[in-house]
């Protein structure tokens, strides 16, 4: 049995997955801002629906990015206490008993 447990396989493709996707909303966020200017022109309502959008892009792009880092760093911590719980566990055993 090995003494280290590695980090699940998918944990780096996940945070990256994670930014290009916040990346790509934020962007989406932007873009919708940028043709928010022409709605005002034809009715103020319509330009804040739009604006409100946008707005709701950007931040629901960055609460979910924050989320998932938020569950990685949990999975990070679960795998260092379990690291560290068997290497206590290993280092107090007596000589005898150990392979």
């Known amino acids: 049995m090995e003494m280290q447990m590695k980090m699940p396989k998918l ?3 996940v945070r990256v997955a994670s930014q290009i996707v916040a990346a790509l909303g934020c ?3 932007l873009v919708t801002l940028y043709a928010t200017l022409k709605l005002f022109r034809l009715s103020f309502m319509l330009g804040m629906a739009e604006a409100a959008m ?7 792009s960055l609460v ?4 998932i880092y938020g569950f990685l760093a949990i999975v990070k911590a679960q795998v260092d206490i379990r690291n560290a719980t ?3 566990m ?3 055993e007596s000589p005898k008993n150990v392979q």
């Open 90 to 92: 290993h280092m107090t």
């Open 27 to 29: 962007i989406t966020g």
């Open 11 to 13: 944990y780096a493709f």
């Open 54 to 60: 946008g707005v709701f892009f950007i931040v629901g």
């Open 64 to 67: 979910v990015l924050g989320l």
């Open 86 to 88: 068997v290497l206590s």
